[in-house]
């Protein structure tokens, strides 16, 4: 990876999902602008933020794709991921956190 790219494999979703009201989403339904999680696989040298391993979140507008091996990552900027959640952060390494940041 170059510069300040990201290189995520998409999670795959589960499926049919609820809504918090209990009403099923069909797994075929889309909503517009919705945001993705993946993992982490490649960093460029200049990406501070993320390392390989985490789960990050990315608009589905925001990058490329291409297939390495017969699977399909994504290749993003460092800017373009919503959030981060990793097991830990440089704050919490020393104290407890949640592990999620934004």
Avoid: C, N
């Avoid at 609820?18 to 993705?36: C, D, E, W």
């Avoid at 999680?37 to 460029?44: I, K």
């Amino acid at each position: 990876m170059l510069h300040d790219r990201v290189m995520v494999a998409p999670v795959q979703g589960e499926g049919e999902r609820r809504s918090s009201g209990g009403i099923v989403i069909p797994a075929t339904a889309q909503p517009a602008k919705r945001l993705v999680w993946g993992e982490v696989y490649g960093t460029g040298q200049h990406v501070r933020s993320v390392a390989v391993g985490d789960r990050v979140l990315y608009g589905q507008d925001d990058h490329f794709e291409v297939d390495v091996s017969g699977r399909s990552f994504v290749v993003l900027r460092e800017r373009d991921l919503h959030a981060v959640a990793s097991a830990t952060t440089e704050s919490t390494r020393s104290s407890s956190g949640t592990g999620l940041y934004l």
